[in-house]
């Protein structure tokens, strides 16, 4: 690539992060701020504008080691940022051009730290537990000497620092690797299969010369390169595969979900996990789907429809008694941190504390619709025990007729007595939390 070009879209850039910096700490739906600024751009083309939203999700996962310097040094933040940008199409050759005189970026967030701190900051990183092994001085004296027109004083590049410190008494594991690697890594792509063929999804799949990974303890999932465009596949449109992370699918698979059986969905959104329910239950059971947003049940009435499921309906009066309740909670989303970085920045101890008042209102409304002997299903996407064990404890406190079940199988996820979590760096997916308890008969 031309370096002008990469300069001009480096100014580009650094003019949209001007744009958003005041934004960072204060707006939930920074996301929906990031889509309108891009879509304002009507010079630039699609490509362009990967690589702007690649290199603005960078920017806000590593905001700690790059804020400094976007005051002190703006081209050399810009630097930085693409640098440890993903390894996409979109990326590569703007990467290339403005970091041309640096290694590769090395996979784990230690040895980003040990690099950079050598490069920008000229001292090793300050936190011990993650410091890079004996053998790594050698390859930094090697190939990344420290630059003297590049360091930028009082900079601290530390790994731990791309979680909110309070955060630790929350999810104390966060904060090890390979966890908060991979809350700091992009997330990969995954579907689900919802057909019984699989060859008609698979074939254009591989016509698109798409690889894929598959779930061994879940066949239906399946991880696709990142920049495969599953949306504009003939397969999702008619249904035959959704966008789903492989974690959110691993939550209904904890649980005893035979075929049959009237369920709720009691929080439904667009209805990831309600399709996944509905083909569970299979056409001899049925899934009613509610949600405070009627908006978003739209999405899910489109989807259903879609995927040709006719035992899922959407109501706003949910019936006076269920074999079964999935209460997928609203969280601080902190399981899905890599997806949505700047939640990292918004999400404050009180925002969970509210969250966990929520979450225990939502069970305790939908607890007298279990039937006798029928299940609650409790799941969130957050790591802090305050939204998950904590929630659950409460509520089985007051509720003694409920009793928690122990996971059919925790896929990998950790059982704490009351419920399963499955952490990021376990297989990298989103983070997770589910508990399912069932009513005495
Ligand atoms: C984690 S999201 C659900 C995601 C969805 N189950 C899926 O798999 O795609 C939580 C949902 O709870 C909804 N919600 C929030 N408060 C609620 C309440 N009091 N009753 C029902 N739904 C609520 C939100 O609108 C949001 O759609």
Same mark, same amino acid.
Request: aromatic share 8%; hydrophobic share 40%; with cysteine.
């Given at each position: ?142 190939g990344f000497q420290p630059d003297p027109s590049s360091q930028v ?130 056409? *001899? ?119 928690? *079940? ?36």
């Amino acid at each position: 690539m031309n370096p002008s070009i990469a300069a001009n879209q480096q100014r580009l850039f650094l003019a949209f992060v001007a744009e958003l910096r005041p934004h960072v700490r204060r707006d939930s739906a920074l996301p929906r701020r990031i889509k309108e600024l891009l879509a304002r751009q009507r010079a630039i083309g699609s490509r362009d504008r990967k690589l702007y939203r690649e290199l603005i999700y960078t920017w806000l996962r590593f905001l700690p080691w790059t804020d400094p310097l976007l005051d002190q040094d703006p081209a050399l933040a810009g630097k930085v940022i693409a640098w440890l940008a993903p390894e996409l199409k979109a990326t590569s050759h703007y990467r290339a051009a403005l970091c041309a005189d640096w290694p590769v970026a090395p996979a784990s967030l230690a040895e980003k730290a040990a690099m950079l701190t050598a490069r920008v900051a000229g001292a090793q990183p300050a936190d011990a537990p993650f410091a890079v092994p004996r053998a790594e001085p050698t390859r930094l004296e090697a190939g990344f000497q420290p630059d003297p027109s590049s360091q930028v004083s009082g900079l601290r590049i530390q790994v731990s620092d791309l979680l909110p410190a309070w955060f630790a008494e929350h999810c104390p594991a966060a904060f090890q690797p390979p966890h908060l690697d991979a809350i700091n890594s992009r997330a990969n792509v995954w579907v689900r299969l919802q057909c019984n063929d699989r060859n008609i999804v698979l074939d254009e799949f591989r016509a698109k010369q798409w690889t894929w990974e598959t779930a061994a303890d879940f066949p239906d999932a399946l991880c696709l390169p990142p920049n495969a465009e599953v949306a504009n596949t003939d397969a999702y449109r008619r249904g035959f595969v959704e966008i789903q992370d492989l974690g959110s699918q691993l939550v209904l698979a904890t649980a005893p979900i035979p075929p049959g059986g009237r369920w709720l969905d009691a929080c439904a959104g667009a209805g990831g996990k309600t399709l996944q329910l509905a083909r569970l239950l299979s056409d *001899v059971g049925h899934v009613d789907a509610t949600d405070i947003r009627p908006e978003i049940l739209e999405e899910l009435r489109d989807r259903a429809q879609r995927a040709r499921l006719t035992n899922v309906r959407i109501t706003n009066i949910p019936e006076a008694a269920y074999d079964g309740i999935l209460v997928d909670a609203p969280c601080s989303g902190s399981g899905t941190w890599r997806r949505q970085p700047h939640l990292k920045w918004y999400v404050k101890p009180e925002t969970i504390s509210s969250f966990a008042k929520t979450q225990l209102a939502i069970l305790t409304a939908h607890a007298p619709r279990v039937k006798p002997g029928g299940v609650l299903i409790y799941a969130t996407c957050s790591l802090s025990h305050h939204e998950n064990h904590d929630v659950v404890a409460a509520f089985l406190q007051a509720h003694p007729q409920f009793k928690a *079940v122990p996971a059919a199988d925790t896929h990998g996820g950790t059982f704490d007595g009351l419920g399963t979590t499955l952490l990021p760096g376990t297989r990298n997916t989103d983070g997770f939390y589910v508990a399912t308890l069932r009513a005495s008969a």
